[in-house]
């Protein structure tokens, strides 16, 4: 064998190698673009199969009560959060007690099975304060524990967050998600902080 017949056979077996290589970094790439799509869920691209999958709490036994699922609320804006945790409306009465409190994680929520989120809602509810309501942020997942009924839930609901609708829920496509380019501009994260009465 000539010895240009032997680089010939070396180069083609570089191209290849190189070949295969530029096949699997693409594959890669693709795969790793797919979960980063799957992942980010958001109101403009989701489905009433995410939201199904998402509010879902089954009872985690044979003789368990199906607790009642939180309430669906639209995503939480970061700086509700903070007034949530802070809610100063009166500057004259600083340091007011918190109107609820961040219990779930939406991480750890979607990677519970129904069952579990039935018992873990059980936990939270047995060892909540009265006048406690729980509700979920949707497609987020968190789940808050707000506090004090009497006194908090009708500005809670009119400035602090906005529930979903069954209006809503059904104007969500059925399980192909929207191309966030032509998807609707109105379901973004609430923000009632900025909606607060001392803030008009």
């Known amino acids: 064998m000539t010895e240009a017949r032997i680089a010939a056979i070396g180069m083609t077996g570089r191209g290849m190698r190189a070949g295969v290589l530029g096949w699997l970094t693409l594959l890669a790439a693709v795969t790793a673009a797919t979960a980063v799509r799957a992942d980010d869920l958001t109101e403009e691209n ?102 004090d009924a009497d006194h908090n839930y009708m500005f809670v609901n009119l400035y602090v967050y906005r529930s979903w609708q069954e209006w809503e829920r059904t104007d969500l496509p059925a399980t192909v998600r929207r191309d966030r380019k032509v998807s609707q501009s109105d379901r973004h994260a609430s923000d009632g902080f900025a909606a607060a009465p001392e803030e008009r």
């Open 46 to 147: 989701m489905t009433q199969k995410d939201y199904a999958s998402i509010t879902a709490v089954a009872p985690d036994g044979p003789t368990a009560a199906l607790e009642e699922a939180p309430t669906p609320v639209h995503d939480i804006s970061e700086v509700t959060e903070t007034f949530i945790a802070n809610p100063v409306v009166d500057k004259s009465k600083p340091n007011p007690p918190p109107l609820g409190q961040k219990m779930v994680k939406g991480e750890k929520w979607k990677a519970e099975t129904p069952e579990q989120r039935n018992a873990h809602l059980r936990s939270i509810r047995e060892n909540a304060p009265a006048g406690s309501w729980l509700v979920i942020s949707v497609p987020d997942g968190d789940v808050w524990l707000f506090f």
